[in-house]
């Protein structure tokens, strides 16, 4: 126990994470809500509009600043969307809450119409038992069913990645019949079939392009050789980028969280080469990469870069990571006409089916 109050309460679990506990009363909470969920630069630049109109606005209240010559009285405050309107702006997500441009829109009522969970229709980036994940085909389908998805695509692993039993192209050409087949007996789900490509150290990809033509889409990644210097790695995934077959860009930075580090990578010439190949760029909503970090994806957006929400589910129960995701593009100021996946399935099948360099 860190701390015992009348109205707070502070302990350290025995994981070393601390936690508070706030009691406040109702007039309050809107208040407290507001402080405790906007990042401290958010709060500053509020606080600091407050008192350009004469207020003060702490996580107790919002007052007229003492001596303050204005006439009109503050209103009364029952949640946290009326602090905001007192002060001019447009109710501002909590997801946007970085003082990084938030306020410019919301005080010209241009604020996004951020992505909901809801508006997801399918994803692309999964494996299954004949790579590294757990569970079979048949499985994941189900699972997607249970979702309610209107389409799901497979990408196992390709031959470079060894350690996770990556296919090779008798077994990915064996596995892609296999869909196929499946594919034409589902009713309430478009099944894809595609491949998680190694990216190799050059640029180049895993299996020639006459393998990849025959996939629905391709999924490229590094997972190899990650000690390139920046210009290296970039210059090796804009390669891979140029390629016409290469349908998106799995999680550019390599990170795995609380694990390993981003490899040197330029994320600008990366989301540049994206916008001007065509390219979409992967949301991996694992919780151990998330990336393309948050902090990229509003330049992405601006650049007419398409988003992809993939789970990278090596389980059947990895799907629901796409909750997560949804947290993230809603973040990085994506709407649901920013995100690939959240294209209803008629024309998600027109925009598989049209060649990549007809999408730009």
Same mark, same amino acid.
């Given at each position: 126990?860190? $701390? ?73 405050? /029952? ?15 909590? $997801? ?24 997801? =229709? ?19 389908? $189900? ?6 998805? %209107?389409?799901?695509?497979?990408? &196992? ?16 050409? %064996? ?9 034409? &007996? ?35 990644? /590094? ?14 995934? !804009? =390669? %891979? ?14 990170? !795995?969280?609380?694990? =390993?580090? @981003? ?10 080469? $994206? ?11 694992? @919780? ?9 994806? =509003?330049? %992405?957006? &601006? ?58």
């Amino acid at each position: 126990i860190l $701390a015992h109050g009348s109205t707070k309460s502070s302990i350290r679990l025995s994981n070393g994470l601390q936690c508070d506990l706030r009691a406040v009363s109702s007039d309050e909470w809107p208040f407290a809500l507001m402080y405790f969920t906007g990042s401290k630069e958010h709060n500053v630049e509020l606080r600091s509009r407050a008192v350009q109109q004469e207020l003060t606005l702490n996580e107790y209240h919002l007052h007229p600043a003492k001596g303050a010559k204005r006439e009109d009285p503050t209103p009364d405050i /029952v949640e946290e969307a009326d602090i905001y309107h007192e002060l001019g702006l447009q109710f501002i997500d909590p $997801a946007l809450r970085e003082n990084r441009g938030e306020f410019d829109a919301a005080s010209t009522g241009l604020l996004p119409s951020l992505v909901q969970q809801e508006n997801l =229709r399918g994803t692309f980036h999964n494996h299954t038992t004949e790579s590294d994940g757990r569970s079979t085909l048949a499985e994941m389908v $189900a699972a997607a069913r249970d979702l309610g998805l %209107a389409y799901l695509g497979i990408s &196992d692993h390709s031959k470079s990645t060894f350690q996770a039993n990556g296919l090779n192209e008798e077994r990915l050409l %064996a596995q892609l019949e296999t869909i196929r087949n499946l594919d034409a &007996d589902l009713d309430d789900l478009d099944l894809y079939a595609g491949n998680e490509v190694d990216i190799l150290r050059d640029g180049t990809l895993d299996f020639d392009d006459g393998i990849l033509a025959q996939l629905d889409y391709v999924v490229a990644s /590094v997972h190899a050789s990650f000690n390139l210097t920046e210009e290296q790695m970039t210059r090796r995934i !804009i =390669r %891979a980028m140029e390629n016409p077959h290469v349908t998106m860009l799995g999680h550019l930075s390599g990170r !795995i969280l609380l694990r =390993r580090e @981003a490899y040197s990578v330029n994320h600008g010439k990366i989301i540049d080469c $994206a916008a001007e190949t065509g390219t979409i760029i992967e949301l991996n909503c694992s @919780a151990k990469r998330m990336d393309m970090d948050w902090s990229w994806w =509003r330049r %992405a957006r &601006d650049k007419g870069v398409k988003c992809s929400l993939n789970p990278d589910a090596h389980h059947a129960n990895g799907l629901q990571d796409l909750h997560f995701g949804i947290r993230v593009a809603r973040k990085g100021w994506l709407t649901r006409e920013d995100i690939l996946n959240c294209l209803p399935a008629e024309d998600m099948r027109n925009w598989l089916q049209t060649p990549k360099a007809k999408r730009i």
